[in-house]
């Protein structure tokens, strides 16, 4: 990396929103990097199947995060893999991005970090993540091959995801807060198909307890309170959370508002109230979020900064 070129834009995150952006800066001729802190493609590159991208009927979600990559790389756009710790507007306008040692340079300034699984907030929950509670069935469902699994979630992601485990798990057990899922119709009629899979509506897990594993759940019953613990071998089950996502907003929060859903506001261009500096995707306050919104977006915020930087 060239820590003394200025960028035209640089795109923090490399998700659909971020490479999206740098395919549309990129053949807008805009000097752009997109720079990321793992592995590309963001959080679809953590799913078993997409079937709900236009136009692709059918994927696997690691092929498809690879594809954006490939595809804003063969337009010209360079990944650069860093996690940026901190970002400064400087008083001549432009931006200073962070990464350890290392400073870029940039006159406008995409962010597109995405948003991270919600815990569903039962007692135990952190003390047994990755000992039994787990919030990515792909890189981690593996683990339970033959064994018992409980899917937390009502949602398109808990469903999709309660579909890949049914094919690895012993059972699934479907635990859903409401008396009904929040996912398309379509999808939970496949999972209420699949002979090991069980559904628990009006349930929540309230708490979590073993020795080195888990070996029980205290469930409630959210129609009367109740409270029932089940014990099972340790070791032997495992829990899934899909109960929704926190807005990745750290590196850019004393430069934008907020909405009620904890998401940066933006305009319909996705500029801030600062200006130059533009947020895309999962990260922003908006009511779907999804790869097709995603990618949207990042066209939107490479557009804008593309018009901003003419002016
Ligand atoms: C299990 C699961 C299944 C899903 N299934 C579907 C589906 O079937 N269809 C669908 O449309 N959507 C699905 N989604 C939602 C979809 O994945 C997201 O809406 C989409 O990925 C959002 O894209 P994004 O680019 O805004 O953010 P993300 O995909 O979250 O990408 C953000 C990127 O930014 C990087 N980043 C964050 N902070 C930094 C930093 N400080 N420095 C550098 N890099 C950073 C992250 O590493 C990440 O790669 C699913 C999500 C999950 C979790």
Redesign the pocket.
């Known amino acids: 990396m060239d820590n003394t070129m200025l960028y035209d834009v640089a795109i ?7 490479y999206t952006a740098g395919i549309y800066a990129s053949r807008a001729s805009l000097n752009t990097v997109v ?10 590159a ?2 078993d ?5 236009p136009a692709i009927p059918v994927i696997s ?1 690691a092929e498809l995060g690879q594809k954006f990559q490939e595809h804003a790389e063969s337009a010209g756009v360079a990944t650069h893999y ?4 901190k970002l400064y507007k400087l008083d001549d306008g432009s931006f200073a991005l962070h990464c350890g040692d290392k400073q870029i340079l940039a006159r406008t300034v995409i962010v ?4 991270v ?1 919600r815990p569903a907030g039962f007692e135990g929950e952190e003390t047994y993540r990755g000992r039994g509670v787990s919030y ?3 890189c981690d469902g593996m683990f339970y091959r033959g064994k018992d699994v409980f899917v937390v979630g009502g949602g ?2 808990a469903v ?2 309660g579909l890949y485990l049914a094919k690895i798990a012993n059972s699934v057990t479907m635990v859903v807060r409401r008396d009904e899922f929040r996912a398309e119709r379509g999808l939970v009629a496949r999972l209420a198909s699949q002979e090991n899979v069980s559904i628990r509506f009006n349930t929540s897990i309230a708490a979590v307890d073993g020795g080195t594993l888990l070996s029980s759940i205290t469930f409630r019953d959210n129609t009367t309170e109740e409270r029932y613990t089940e014990s099972y071998p340790m070791g032997s089950f495992g829990i899934f959370v ?1 109960a929704g ?1 926190n807005p ?1 907003i750290d ?1 850019v929060e004393p430069y934008v508002d907020l909405g009620p859903d904890g998401g940066v506001l933006t305009d319909e261009l996705m500029a801030t109230r600062t200006p130059g500096l533009f947020c ?4 922003r306050s908006k009511p779907l ?6 990618a949207a ?2 066209a939107i915020a490479a557009h804008a900064a593309n018009a901003y930087l003419q002016y």
């Open positions: 923090i995150g490399g998700g659909p929103a971020g720079i990321e802190q793992g592995m590309p493609g963001g959080q679809i953590t799913s199947m997409v079937e709900n991208y979600g860093e996690m940026v710790e597109t970090t995405g948003a699984p990515c069935a792909t398109n992601s999709e995801e899909f996502n990745v590196l895309a995707g999962d990260m979020r999804q790869i097709v919104t995603a977006d990042g």
